[in-house]
């Protein structure tokens, strides 16, 4: 009774896992199919059952298997691996091939476990997508003298924003907020051109973005919003080797860092963040709050200052808020 109660229970444990599972006799005659390898690879049991593994492949898979399978029955506590692209279906899934063996050491059969790889497979192509624009890139920008590039980049920034009628101009705005509230403090010093600079470039990591994420008209996923939280970085790989001094690329690198160390790319707080990224902070919130997006409309500028004021000391440098509403209040910003 007991080995009759274990038996079901290993069956079931292998019907109800969600990897797909065949099971072949010592033969290659498949015995077993469960529901998982059904979805996974499109299958019907009732047509595999019973048949042998090979012939239950295409004919221009046939060798492959043949030899996975001749390979596994003479090489016990291995496994074969294979990578399959069902164009058919547009998935991925990734076949375990694994002997099993008695304590005599004879062949019992086989074991295929079926795992669908789809989302992960193009979550690294899309990784490998943007990692190979960041370095062609990198590449041209390295072909050229430091200040034809910087104006190149600018140009970039400004065709990537004129695509998008709800962002076309936002970098040039925030530049323009960004000095104002430097000067203002600091008056033009050695660093007035490197803000300058960052401010205009702080989004061209986002042409390393794909548009569908960029453009897209209603709210992003979170594994969109993920994506796109990677300009900062992009944008900052981008810009280092044009920055021998390091004066502009962390700017660019660090502006979505928050004051209370909840930003992002490296999660800084305080004086860790550069000051010129403080101040860039400020002004790119500001004129996306000003600026009319797919899923709202535009804040009034009341409710931007307010937005401002109560993010002081948490997103926000208080120092350079200070400075904002000095500025706004009087009408040196719209």
């Not at 600026?291 to 409710?303: K, L």
């Not at 307010?306 to 000095?326: C, S, Y």
Request: net charge negative; charged share 30%.
């Amino acid at each position: 009774m007991e080995r009759e109660w274990l038996d079901n229970l290993y069956r079931l444990v292998l019907q109800q896992t969600q990897d797909g599972i065949i099971l072949s006799d010592a033969d290659g005659v498949i015995v077993f199919v469960n529901d998982a390898a059904e979805r996974i690879r499109n299958i019907q049991r009732e047509n595999i059952l019973g048949h042998s593994m090979v012939d239950c492949h295409k004919e221009t898979s046939r060798e492959k298997v043949n030899r996975a399978l001749g390979y596994l029955k003479s090489h016990e506590g291995n496994a074969v691996s294979r990578m399959v692209t069902d164009s058919v279906n547009d998935k991925y899934y990734e076949n375990i091939y694994t002997p099993v063996f008695d304590e005599t050491h004879t062949l019992q059969g086989v074991s295929v476990i079926s795992r669908d790889i789809t989302e992960r497979r193009r979550a690294e192509e899309s990784k490998a997508a943007i990692q190979r624009a960041q370095e062609v890139a990198h590449a041209t920008l390295m072909e050229k003298y430091h200040s034809l590039m910087m104006t190149s980049m600018e140009m970039l920034t400004n065709l990537l924003e004129a695509r998008d009628f709800y962002t076309n101009g936002h970098s040039k705005r925030v530049c323009e907020i960004a000095t104002k509230l430097f000067e203002h403090r600091n008056g033009i010093d050695e660093h007035f051109l490197d803000i300058q600079w960052a401010a205009k470039l702080h989004d061209i990591g986002k042409i390393c973005i794909p548009d569908a994420i960029v453009h897209k008209p209603g709210k992003l996923t979170s594994e969109e919003y993920e994506t796109i939280k990677m300009h900062s970085a992009l944008a900052s790989d981008i810009i280092r080797p044009l920055d021998p001094g390091s004066r502009i690329w962390p700017m660019i690198r660090y502006h979505h860092e928050r004051y209370d160390g909840k930003g992002y790319p490296d999660g800084r707080g305080g004086e860790e963040i550069p000051d010129g990224a403080r101040v860039i902070a400020i002004a790119d919130t500001y004129d996306a709050m000003r600026s009319c997006r797919p899923y709202r409309s535009a804040m009034s500028f009341d409710q931007c200052i307010e937005e401002i004021k109560a993010n002081a000391g948490t997103q926000f440098d208080p120092k350079w808020v200070k400075v904002f509403l000095e500025l706004a209040t009087t009408g040196s910003i719209d």
